[in-house]
């Protein structure tokens, strides 16, 4: 049982003490309910004078009981309601809690000269979770550690070797051999969104503008992420994204870009396959544009690789699927203007066979924090606007992680590719 539910079923009980029903066993263990997860019911018994040793005397004393049972109970309604809205963020009896409801009331008990407040833990987690759907990489599987500030992934540079040896002979010894060349050094990505303070009002009765607040603050710092992640430069603005690792395989469909062919994809699946590769947690990152090529594409037979059994197949989101037995996940994060050679107008291809290799560092949970007072520039400075004037309240997300793979050869990048 929910503590709306303990609430809703307590009303219940109020007016069925009215009737004369015994309803303190029920009652109890809907207190209980609320007790575990924090809500303290504070409640008199009714205190009533019987006569003869039995619990009811007259009717008078009868209609006494009810009485004080439905007051009883109507109290205990009351205080939790009080309380799970307190806890909730809940303000002037809205039914919407959410980012909305906790950030007006936040905002609405802090200190005029701080004008923000802190999200509480399980919004911010609920935005993360958004935030990781949201993200290309982190759809396929990768290894996420947290970092306190920087971390040395140690990766296997040579095997051990077994020996052909003759009868009574030594048995050569072999060790394994490991590097320390990847790094994790996690960067701090923020967003600023400002919302009308009207609409963020109306989100807490209104569902779907609850999903849309949330949405934008996912959708605002999971973009960003999802190109460094991809192609990010590094340098310490940014993490250096898959494209651009030192050792990953490179395969061009030709100098100066052109339209693939069936064999260029399976060319570049083979290139890591002979690097004896696991093929653990296999699969594709490309553009939207990219599976739609591949739908106009046939089969050696002349058949849409769509009714070539194991060749394309796209799942209910349109976003995913199988590409040549492997997982594919689509995003628009993956420019299509890019320049190879003297062609332009190219996008790229990734594919590795084990995604667990790519390692991504976090040290800091999203945060999320508001104020109603806080100035914010929608042009890096020309123009300042503030919150208050505006009406608006400015939420501002921030979170830290890096990228690296620790077997960078288990991955290969398909360049020059015109859709």
């Known amino acids: 049982m929910t503590v709306e539910q303990a609430i809703a079923r307590l009303r219940e009980l109020a007016a069925l003490a009215t009737k004369g029903q015994d309803v303190s066993a029920e009652r109890a263990a809907c207190e209980r309910v609320l007790a575990d997860n924090g809500i303290r019911i504070e409640r008199r018994p009714p205190a009533v004078q019987t006569q003869g040793g039995s619990r009811f005397g007259s009717a008078a004393d009868l209609a006494a009981v009810h009485a004080q049972e439905r007051e009883a109970l109507q109290k205990a309604l009351a205080g939790g ?21 906790v950030m007006q009331k936040a905002l609405a008990e802090a200190t005029p000269s701080a004008g923000r407040a802190l999200g509480p833990v399980e919004v911010a987690q609920e935005i993360a979770d958004l935030v990781r ?26 095997g051990a070797t077994a020996y052909y040896i003759q009868e009574g002979a030594r048995i050569p010894v072999s060790e394994e051999t490991f590097s320390l060349t990847p790094v994790l050094r996690p960067i701090e990505l923020a967003a600023l969104v400002p919302v009308n303070d009207r609409l963020l009002r109306d989100a807490q009765t209104l569902p779907q503008l609850e999903e ?44 100066n870009g052109g339209a693939p062919t069936l064999l260029d994809f399976r060319n570049i699946v083979g290139a890591v396959r002979g690097q004896t590769a696991p093929f653990t947690r296999p699969g594709w990152i490309f553009h939207p544009d990219v599976l739609t090529f591949l739908e106009t594409m046939e089969d050696t037979l002349g058949r849409p690789l769509l009714e070539s059994e194991g060749l394309l197949s796209i799942n209910a ?72 004037q505006q009406r608006q309240t400015l939420f501002r997300a921030i979170t830290a992680h890096d990228i690296a793979l620790r077997r960078p050869q288990f991955f290969a990048c398909l360049e020059g590719v015109q859709v």
Request: proline residues 6%; aromatic residues 6%.
């Open 81 to 101: 309601q009080a309380q799970l809205a307190q806890r909730s963020g809940l303000q002037g009896g809205g039914s919407g809690g959410g980012l909305a409801g």
């Open 133 to 158: 759907a949201r993200i290309a990489v982190m759809n396929m599987g990768p290894t996420t550690v947290p970092v306190q500030k920087e971390l040395d992934l140690p990766a296997l540079s040579t």
């Open 212 to 255: 849309v607040l949330r949405g934008d603050l996912a959708q605002a710092i999971a973009g960003r992420a999802d190109l460094a992640f991809l192609q990010g430069l590094g340098g310490g603005n940014e993490p250096l994204g898959v494209r651009n690792q030192p050792n990953i395989i490179v395969k061009e469909v030709a100098p």
């Open 317 to 388: 989101t349109g976003g995913g699927g199988t590409f040549l037995g492997y997982p594919f996940r689509t995003t628009s994060r993956i420019p299509t203007d890019l320049a190879h050679g003297t062609g332009t107008g190219c996008t790229y291809v990734l594919f590795s066979s084990d995604w667990n290799e790519c390692w991504i560092g976090e040290n800091l949970a999203l945060t999320i924090e508001a104020s109603n007072e806080a100035s914010y520039s929608p042009d890096s400075g020309t123009t300042n606007y503030s919150a208050f």
